[in-house]
């Protein structure tokens, strides 16, 4: 199963990863604010992620770390 | 095992940038670059001046910042001097098609061998958003408020055609970052433009077209759309040299 890591102090909460994500697994945080005051993105079924990176790949701020 | 982290030619320093500027994209794209290469200890970058002023601040390796639009002069200079580094300008549309036009294009005819990055997002962005000579016919900016009128502000510039009439050039691509597709190649492409410098083939120009939400007024998502929608149509994706071929 792949593994996410989120650098989620870094994150603007652009949502680009969102879009990306080919089985839309990934949302902006409702309930949470990070430092910066931004919706930081999450996983929403960690168990369906196939880590084909795409998400990573739109990342403009290197948030996200992708583990096979 | 891990398929995909921050490439190690970034800092730690968070980027400045918009949320959804894709800056931060062709930032990556270019420390990968040097990381696959393994040209780190030896690269030496130009920042120019623009949003992308404070990239001294993002890449690991070497910087200089020019002054603006000269980011080819000063790298002309600094290659000649030590022909052994690996030199790269990193410059956006106001900086190289506008004030820094006749160096582009003279550092393209003298065929110097160094690699420049063109960011094109079609509007000057750290000024807040006035029109740029890439700005599309019809585009509202600051100062086009009711879309730029090619009768009075006349076209934009394609500068990978402009600069395909030379004979110098080794490489000229122009790729996009709106989708994983598009950002794959241009990985492919900013690598290229690495690999001919260290080769010693000559000038190589990568002109990636870009997205600026805030100062097209767009939610970033919406930008990477008109990316597809209306810059990519007007500023067409492809490889205008390769002397490879």
Known sequence: MAKLTFQEEECKGCGLCVHACPKGLLSLSVQRLNKKGHTPVELTKPEDCTGCASCATMCPDCVITVEK | MIVFEKPKALTDVPLHYCPGCTHGIIHRLVAQAIDNLGIEGRTIGIAPVGCAVMAYDYFACDMIEAAHGRAPAVATGVKRAMPESIVFSYQGDGDLASIGLCETVSTAARGENITVIFVNNAIYGMTGGQMAPTSLPGQ????????????????????????????????????????????NRAKKAIEKAFRNQVEGKGFSLVEVVSACPTNWGMEPQQALDWVQDKMIPYYPLGVYRDKEV
Do not use: H, M
Request: charged content about 20%.
């Open chain 2, 140 to 183: 509202v900016t600051q100062t086009s408020p009711y879309g730029r009128d090619v009768a009075t502000q006349g076209y934009p510039i394609k500068i990978c055609e402009l600069l395909a009439t030379l004979e110098a050039p080794a490489y000229l691509e122009r790729v996009a970052v709106n989708n994983v597709k598009n950002v």
